[in-house]
């Protein structure tokens, strides 16, 4: 069983970054990536982060895995507990659930931002916006 964790943060919707990984079930961190997006809503980078994230674990042989995310939104919609109304975001969630029914396995689940592999995934992410907001 592997573990994916991402997150995604806005700025004013003018930047926006996200940052993801990937562990084995010993916690090892077998692949972390981030990238700025531009000009998102902070829900949409959080949705590009989980959109990110599966597209490498795919990429990367794995079928079984379990989502750890701290936004509350994208995991509800995603699981079918909270539907997507947010127009901006619905081929956003499209897109995600095609990927996630691509896998043989797939949980998701949220976590508190003070959570060790989402804090690292939201400093990454912060550390894209200020690369970008600073000149």
């Known amino acids: 069983m592997y573990f994916g964790y ?9 930047h926006a970054a996200c940052a993801w990984m990937i562990t084995d079930e010993d916690g090892k961190i077998l692949h972390s990536n981030g990238t700025y997006l531009g000009a998102l809503s902070n829900n949409s980078s959080e949705y590009m982060g989980l959109i990110l994230l599966l597209t490498s ?13 701290d936004s509350e939104l994208v995991s509800r919609q995603m699981t079918g507990q909270y539907q997507v109304k947010a127009e901006h975001l619905k081929p956003l969630y499209a897109t995600a659930k095609h990927l996630a029914g691509q896998f043989d396995s797939i949980k998701f689940t949220t976590v508190p931002r003070d959570h060790p592999q989402i804090s690292a995934c939201d400093r990454a992410a912060d550390l894209i916006l200020s690369m970008y907001m600073e000149k």
Do not use: E
């Open 6 to 14: 991402c997150d995604g943060g806005s700025r004013s919707n003018t």
């Open 57 to 69: 674990a795919y990429s990367g042989g794995i079928r079984d895995i379990t989502i750890v995310q």
